[in-house]
């Protein structure tokens, strides 16, 4: 477990308006593949806005594990000499991934096809977690692996001498499976292919591209087939991490919710896959505007500016999920002030997320004053333009938990506060500076 063992009470109380510039930290998503596609490719990477949180530094330091050369040369900006495809050596220790299921997944898929063994674990809240929806489609490539009941961590993968080509589709939408998949699949011969009846997250696809694979997306009756021919020579690359629109999630809400606010948000990642918790927004009415959109490091990105109005309540399509999977809990926050209803349609993803974030979020909201539903796979808000506040969250070793809580109580009549604010560290370390720049108050 690599965050700190003692708990972090944090508060938040109502606040002024929030003005300025909220410049949140590089993509998580995309800092965990450039480290691995590093450490996978011949020369020297260089990454600039790299992520400095606990969940990426568990992948840096993981790819030193499998032999790559990682160092941090200033303050996001790292080097990573790789080994090649299929040249990773095997670690002398355990492989603790922290918190961090994006870890633990694709690193997994990156070492499943090549002939080493490695045992993975990870904190209390990552070791709740299913793996078996990786491990399942790692096995069909050749490689061995045991896991503990149900699936869970520690799990050991012995990687397979022989790898062969799978085709694989996916049963739940998720980037981390088909990225899995994809890693394990640059070691085997042949096609590996990968069928997503929706689309996710598309990252490695744009990243693989860059670092020279041969990968191709194609939209059929099947859904989204992404083909990957095996055993590319990939090249080191310049990656340039834009910033993470799911950090720039939480100041984006606090200014939509604290009276008189306006704040600027520069270079956000707008990829479509992405995008969702953005375009529900703006069906919400808030008062957000895109500017200067340009491509950055492969992706679309723009500078956000954000003002306080009202907001009304809407229904989100279950097959938007994907694109705003790690956003509905500070959804369900702007919805309490937001009039009338909020529905949140096919989030059955949420409850194993680091945590049960439904559960998490519908209980922490009612302690605190709000009315939620919810089912197994959707979540109501019932908004009514403010949140009275007054009560302790519990955050469950969940990030976007303690954050989301801690926004609500910017603009709640009470203070709200979360019994443990230190797994932030995971994707915003900054999180806690960043707010009371823009002016929030937060102890
Ligand atoms: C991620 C994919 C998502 C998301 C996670 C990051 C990724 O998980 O929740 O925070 O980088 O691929 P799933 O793909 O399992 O939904």
Request: charged content about 20%; some cysteine.
């Amino acid at each position: 477990m690599s965050h700190s063992a003692e708990p972090k009470p944090m508060t938040a109380h109502k606040s002024g308006a929030l003005t300025g510039e909220a410049a949140v930290p590089g993509d998580k998503s995309i800092s965990h593949r450039a480290l691995i596609l590093g450490a996978l490719a011949v020369g020297e990477t260089t990454i600039t806005g790299l992520l400095e949180g606990e969940d990426v530094i568990d992948t840096a330091k993981a790819m030193r594990a499998f032999g790559a050369t990682v160092t941090r040369t200033g303050e996001g900006a790292w080097t990573v000499h790789g080994v090649g495809v299929g040249g990773f050596s095997e670690p002398e220790g355990v492989i603790d991934c922290g918190n961090s299921g994006t870890g633990v997944r694709l690193i997994m898929g990156a070492m499943a096809t090549t002939p080493i063994t490695t045992t993975f674990t990870g904190d209390a809240s990552l070791s709740r977690r299913p793996m078996a929806r990786v491990t399942d489609p790692l096995a069909l490539f050749g490689s061995e692996i045991t896991a503990r009941e149900g699936g869970r961590l520690p799990v050991t993968i012995k990687g397979t001498t022989d790898p062969v080509p799978v085709r694989y589709k996916t049963p739940v939408a998720s980037a981390q499976i088909k990225s899995a998949i994809l890693f394990a699949g640059l070691n085997a011969p042949g096609e590996t292919v990968v069928i997503e009846a929706e689309a996710t997250r598309d990252h490695t696809e744009r990243m693989f591209t860059g670092f020279g694979a041969d990968i191709r997306t194609e939209v059929t009756a099947e859904g989204h087939v992404i083909t990957l021919k095996g055993r590319p020579e990939l090249r080191a690359q310049s990656v340039a991490v834009p910033r993470d629109p799911s950090s720039a999630a939480f100041p984006v809400a606090a200014a939509l919710i604290v009276p008189g606010s306006e704040i600027r948000v520069p270079g956000v990642s707008r990829n479509p896959t992405r995008d969702g918790l953005y375009v529900t927004l703006l069906e919400m009415g808030a008062d957000i505007t895109f500017e200067n959109t340009r491509e950055e490091g492969g992706e679309p990105v723009a500078d956000l500016v954000v003002r306080h109005g009202p907001l009304k309540g809407v229904s989100v399509p279950a097959d938007r999920a994907a694109s705003m999977i790690d956003e509905f809990p500070i959804l369900s926050v702007i919805a309490c002030f937001a009039e009338g209803p909020t529905v949140m349609n096919g989030v059955a993803e949420l409850r194993v997320k680091e945590s049960d974030r439904i559960e998490a979020m519908a209980v922490g909201l009612r302690a605190n004053g709000a009315h939620v539903e919810d089912t197994e796979d959707t979540m109501t808000v019932h908004g009514t333009g403010g949140l009275k506040g007054g009560a302790e969250a519990v955050t469950h070793l969940d990030h976007r938990i303690a954050m989301s809580f801690l926004i609500a109580g910017l603009a709640s009549e009470q203070p709200v506060s979360v019994d443990d604010g230190s797994p932030i560290m995971t994707s915003f370390p900054d999180f806690l500076p960043l707010m009371q720049r823009l002016g929030a108050t937060i102890s």
